[in-house]
C-alpha cells in the first residue's frame, strides 16, 4: 500500500476485495471519539448478514485490508 492512498480510496479497495468473497464491512455507528469502537469496524457475511470477524466493531481499516487482501 503506498502512503499517498486516501482513506477513501483504501476503503474502496477492501471493499471490492471482499465483496469478491461475498463478505463487506460496517463502521462502527458510535459518535463518541472516547469510545473503544470509534472509527472501527467489523466484516460481515453479505448474504447471512453475520459478524464473520471484529465482534464489536474492533478492527482496524489496516487490519480489514490485511484480511481482505490475502
Not at 499517498?4 to 479497495?13: A, F, G, H
Not at 471493499?15 to 469496524?41: I, N, T
Request: charged residues 35%; without cysteine.
Amino acid at each position: 500500500m503506498a502512503m499517498k492512498d486516501s482513506y477513501e480510496s483504501r476503503t474502496r479497495r477492501v471493499r471490492r476485495a471482499l465483496v469478491r468473497r461475498g463478505l463487506g464491512f460496517r463502521l462502527s455507528p458510535s459518535k463518541d471519539r472516547h469510545s473503544p469502537e470509534y472509527g472501527k469496524f467489523h466484516i460481515v457475511d453479505l448474504e447471512s448478514g453475520e459478524i464473520v470477524h471484529g465482534k464489536r466493531f474492533s478492527l482496524t481499516l489496516e487490519e480489514i485490508e490485511t484480511f481482505a487482501l490475502e
